[in-house]
């Protein structure tokens, strides 16, 4: 592995969410490492089975506990068992969870089935709020620490094939404020990243996934942002360079959220307009 600048040496946290390599989590794990940190690993039983994160434990040196994010008790057992790994608290968290039953199963926002909408808004929501809460409230968090959650830009407008995710992201973020403004006492930061679409295994999954990957790289100035620079970006929330920011939702999307209309897409509408007209 590539020598970095050291961002995170002596530190240690816990990287939840990793499944493959194309996710963003697994890639803020490489560069976590690269860095100098040290992390356990966490995801869902279910998502062990399915992904290859026995690979990323290899390659990185780190434990994998496996944790169910809407279960208490699992949650409690988690912070027990990273705390007895470190023999102490952890400097960071990484929340990148995200899950919609009703995207997967393809039903329309105006027809979800509730259940799982509930489910859609625990794991990819409330968990950090489970997770902070028990991290906190378990001595796990030490102080002057950073929490980040990837979010979307659905948070604030309406994509419509990405349905109650839109909701989710919108609860995730109020969450981060709120646990910021608690944690600020101790030194802790909590601020989420809004990350462009990228080309995960989750991203890929949506239903118009590629139109609105096109779409963003279009409109972004500086086009899309790739799960490495991504993770590069986080790094930098995780680092003491960044000891004053909190509560903030940090856009990481090349210029997308500001930038009004590029000259490409201009010329791309006028050109299907013409052609519309022949």
């Known amino acids: ?11 240690k946290g816990i990287i939840f969410g990793a499944l493959d390599e194309r996710s963003i989590a697994w890639r803020i794990a490489l560069a ?18 399915m992904g290859a994160l026995d690979a990323l434990g290899e390659e990185t040196g780190a434990p994998i506990f496996p944790c169910d994010v809407t ?41 979800i089935n509730y259940k799982w909408y509930q489910q859609s808004l625990d794991i990819s929501a409330v968990s950090l709020h489970r997770i902070l809460h028990h991290a906190d409230e378990g001595g796990l968090l030490n102080d002057g620490g950073s929490v980040v959650a990837l979010s979307y830009i659905g948070a604030q407008r309406i994509f419509s094939k990405y349905s109650d995710m839109n909701d989710a992201k919108a ?30 295994s989750a991203g890929s999954g949506i239903k118009g996934f590629d139109g609105m990957y096109t779409f963003a790289e279009k409109l972004a100035p500086l086009g899309n942002p790739s799960a490495d620079e991504c993770a590069d970006y986080c790094l930098t929330l995780f680092s ?39």
Not at 1 to 11: A, H, I, R
């Open 171 to 200: 609860l995730l973020e109020s969450i981060a404020r709120n646990y910021g403004s608690r944690l600020a006492k101790r030194g802790i930061r909590v601020n989420t990243v809004s990350q462009a679409p990228t080309k995960t």
């Open 71 to 111: 279960s208490d008790d699992q949650i409690k057992e988690l912070v027990e068992k990273t705390k007895e790994h470190f023999g102490g608290g952890v400097d960071f968290i990484l929340h990148a969870i995200g899950m919609s039953p009703n995207i997967r199963k393809k039903k329309e926002y105006t027809d």
């Open 240 to 278: 003491d360079l960044t000891r004053k920011v909190t509560m903030q939702n940090l856009f990481h999307d090349g210029g997308f959220v500001t930038n009004g209309i590029s000259e490409e897409m201009m010329n791309d509408l006028a050109n299907l307009y013409s052609e519309g007209e022949e």
């Open 32 to 49: 976590c490492k690269r860095e100098g940190a040290e992390f356990v690993l966490s995801n869902a039983p279910i998502a062990l089975r």
């Open 1 to 11: 592995m590539s020598e970095g600048y050291g961002l995170l040496k002596g530190k």
